[in-house]
């Protein structure tokens, strides 16, 4: 520790600069006294007191106020205030943890505080009633991209915040279900309120919601896959050579329109592959029939 801290040093410094700025001849004294304040402030030790202070300084400022001295003496023993910062921090750290306590998912801990001081709970009401807002926020949105969906990046998002308001609802402490906190609610808008009937509800739908995302994902798997198939296989037809390929690849393309028609009608992929499937099986017929023919006139030939 300093003998002479910063904030003492600067309180003499000022007074010893304003006196010399009055006494012309005050410049060489203000350099002996400063130089000797700077050994001061560079020694570690016990802080300097006000008698080791003044006899520092009045043998070149005899006029130096002993107001500005006794000043510069208390803020050199900074400790009080450092026991005292101290304290209040710990006093702050033991009420950040007591809240923290009282704000444990556990009903053994709420429910006697939301009883007998219901504020301290009020990180936990700020969670819930952000909770609540965000499920049944992400929850609208999802069963838009995903009942309303006309692309497959609607039923990506759409399972992204389906899953996001699971989240949420997973933010909600079940043992709060039907307690409305009225103090809370009196100074913070609260629409909700938490009863089991429309927990269960917000549950449900998220469920239906997951299990429709998870047919929808499930089609556009199906139909990617088939039409991928479809491609391949009009390729191999193409490049076929002999009888025997053609119908290896007629087989593989049958294979795929029996997966295009496994697609269910009423997914956004079922609506997307309804009149491509027509055109696929005209296809197929087409080249069936001729590939039959060629298989036909090839025997022939034999």
């Known amino acids: 520790m300093p003998r002479l801290h910063n904030y003492a040093y600067e309180i003499l410094s000022e007074e010893i600069k304003k006196l010399s700025k ?48 006794k000043k510069a003496a208390r803020e050199n023993h900074p400790a009080g205030k450092v026991i005292l910062f101290q304290l209040a921090g710990l006093a702050a750290l033991g009420v950040a943890g007591l809240v923290w306590v009282a704000n444990l998912p556990f009903p053994m801990v709420r429910r006697p505080v939301a009883r007998v001081a219901p504020m301290v709970l009020l990180p936990s009401y700020i969670s819930m009633d952000r909770n609540y807002r965000e499920a049944i926020a992400k929850t609208e949105q999802a069963d838009q991209l995903i009942n309303k969906a ?36 009196t100074f913070f808008s609260c629409t909700w309120r938490f009863t089991l009937d429309e ?91 001729l590939a039959e023919g060629s298989k036909r006139s090839f025997t022939l030939m034999e």
């Open 199 to 289: 927990f269960e509800r917000a549950r449900k739908r998220v469920g239906q919601i997951e299990a429709k995302a998870f047919q929808e994902k499930n089609a556009q798997t199906l139909l990617k896959e088939a039409e991928q198939t479809v491609k391949i296989s009009k390729q191999q037809y193409q490049q076929a050579t002999t009888p025997t390929e053609k119908e290896q690849a007629i087989a593989e393309w049958q294979v795929a329109i029996d997966k295009l028609e496994q697609i269910p009608p009423t997914t956004l992929a079922g609506k997307m592959v309804k009149p491509k499937l027509a055109a696929t099986k005209r296809d197929f017929k087409k080249e069936a029939s």
């Open 22 to 69: 009055e006494d012309l001849t005050g410049e060489i004294g203000q350099k002996i006294v400063l130089k000797r304040l700077e050994k001061l402030r560079m020694q570690s030790g016990e802080p300097a007191k006000l008698e080791e202070l003044r006899e520092l300084i009045v043998d070149q400022y005899p006029t130096f106020s002993e107001k500005v001295l």
């Open 150 to 185: 006309t692309s497959s990046a609607d039923i990506n998002l759409g399972t992204q915040r389906v899953a996001e308001a699971q989240k949420h609802l997973d933010g909600l402490p079940v043992w709060f279900l039907g307690y409305y906190p009225q103090r809370y609610c």
